[in-house]
């Protein structure tokens, strides 16, 4: 018998099944030699808001199974339209072929969207969706015959999914730097957000809006659109705009007649306390990006959403090429539209949007005492969206050397006490599902907050 990272004894069929897991897989964006030399753990099911491991141990799901889930899981009414749409259909094509649910789906996105989207594309991911929303914005020009208008300007530490077009406009130099040379050409310019600047203080949305327009008003057109993650960026470390911001971006990009794509892939659906981060700010844009919570975080569905404008301009007789030549097999899959139907429903008849305030005011209560502990840098938070940055020195915000991997074994200790956690390095991540219980919610801050007064000392004197 050999023993688990709690001292519990690892039945044999766990220990089978990680066996067999190291044989046979990679997994994304895992140091597979560290992954080699612990001890995974495996999950087989989940109750509500808690994932279950082989071994029949319970983790609160603390970051929504990677920013996904939404109610929770095995919800009733998602299991079960699901399971209805399996006696009709799994899938059929959307190539030059309707498909029920697809259809009902895009009329309900559309009736939540920002009133300038009007037209619904479907695929699987993030990345799609956002690959999509690229081609689609120079597309657009090309049709237009703008042939000038070939470049985006994007964020730098924006994150928009793996695919080389999505990596082409992101800007976390430890994922994408190796891939330059396969990438075009974009237009970076800084994050709106002090922490970008080293902690000093700054006009920082000024200066990025600055910057953008330089790029705008340079007189060359060179600009199919500018891209970005509205109000926060996710995986570049849970960076908060200012205030303001989205909306200064909506009116410059306006006024020099340049494609807006916001990437709400990880803000939509409640997770800033709005159905889209854009709404906070009365904002449109030309181009939005969808996935993570569509289905609720149950199955790989996107949608890249436009308005009639854009859709107008790749109108025409096939022999002028004006069609938008792009899509993927699994296209506006009908269990996944289905999936995603029934958690806009549950969104609704829940009111899970709306009773998210007094969520978010305990996160905020729990990060203020947070802030105060040693160790903790930036505390950053936009609705159900919450980074705590763990630094070396409090008072220069200095980090930890990477080797240390500070983010990870802190978040293992959180795991021994029962919640499932994910960093981005050194910024401990805190994403819950949106419909979860405030008693559960506050026992989830309790186990964040003590792991990081309790166990965080322990892990850096065993250093
Ligand atoms: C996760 C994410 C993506 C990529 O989504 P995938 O489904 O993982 O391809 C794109 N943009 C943003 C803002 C994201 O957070």
């Not at 141990?57 to 920013?67: E, F, K, N, P, T």
């Not at 956002?130 to 657009?140: H, N």
């Not at 289905?295 to 854009?310: F, S």
């Not at 940055?389 to 074994?409: A, C, L, M, N, Y």
Request: glycine share 8%.
């Amino acid at each position: 018998m050999s023993q688990n990272s709690k001292g519990v004894i690892m039945n044999e069929r766990t220990r089978n099944l990680i066996e067999l897991d190291k044989k046979y897989l990679w997994h994304p964006f895992t140091q597979m030699a560290d992954w080699l030399a612990t001890e995974p753990v495996i999950i087989e099911s989940a109750e509500g808001f808690f994932l279950i491991d082989t071994e029949g141990r319970r983790y609160i799901d603390g970051v929504s199974s990677l920013w996904c889930n939404l109610h929770g899981h095995r919800v009733k009414k998602i299991d079960n339209a699901i399971k209805a749409q399996l006696q009709n259909i799994a899938h059929s094509t959307l190539l030059g072929l309707g498909q029920t649910k697809s259809v009902e789906l895009a009329e309900k996105l559309i009736r939540i969207a920002p009133g300038s989207l009007t037209k619904v594309f479907y695929s699987d991911s993030g990345a799609t969706a956002v690959e999509i929303a690229l081609k689609m914005a120079f597309q657009y020009c090309q049709n237009l015959g703008q042939k000038t208008r070939k470049k985006f300007i994007a964020l730098r530490a924006s994150y928009h999914g793996d695919t080389l077009g999505s990596v082409s406009v992101g800007g976390i130099e430890t994922f994408h730097s190796i891939f330059r040379p396969l990438l075009f050409e974009a237009f970076f310019v800084p994050a709106p957000h002090p922490y970008r600047f080293d902690g000093k203080s700054c006009d920082c949305a000024r200066y990025t809006l600055q910057k953008i327009e330089n790029i705008l008003k340079s007189g060359t057109e060179e600009v199919a659109a500018v891209v970005l993650e509205p109000l926060i960026q996710g995986a570049g470390g849970m960076i908060v705009h200012p205030q303001g911001f989205l909306k200064a971006l909506r009116d410059l990009t306006r006024k020099h007649n340049v494609i807006l794509i916001a990437d709400e892939v990880a803000t939509g659906f409640g997770r800033t306390g709005r159905m889209f981060a854009c709404q906070h700010e009365q904002v449109e844009p030309d181009i939005m990006c969808l996935a993570k919570g569509i289905t609720g975080g149950y199955l790989p569905l996107a949608a890249t959403l436009t308005t009639q404008q854009i859709f107008d301009a790749f109108l025409g007789p096939v022999a002028e090429d004006k069609t938008f030549y792009h899509g993927h097999t699994y296209t506006g899959n009908a269990l996944g539209c289905a999936a995603a139907a029934a958690s806009l429903e549950l969104l609704e008849e829940n009111k899970t949007i709306e009773s998210l305030p007094p969520k978010i005011e305990l996160i905020k209560n729990y990060l203020a005492k947070i802030t105060e502990l040693p160790f903790v840098g930036d505390v950053r938070q936009c609705g159900m969206m919450n980074g705590i940055e763990i630094v070396q020195d409090k008072s220069t915000k200095q980090s930890f050397p990477r080797h240390k991997t500070i983010g990870v074994r802190l978040c293992q200790a959180m795991r021994k006490e029962g919640v499932m956690m994910r960093p981005l390095s050194d910024v401990i991540v805190l994403m819950p599902p949106i419909a979860i219980d405030l008693p559960l919610l506050e026992k989830l801050l309790t186990i964040v907050y003590d792991s990081i007064k309790n166990e965080l000392p322990r892990i850096l004197k065993g250093n």
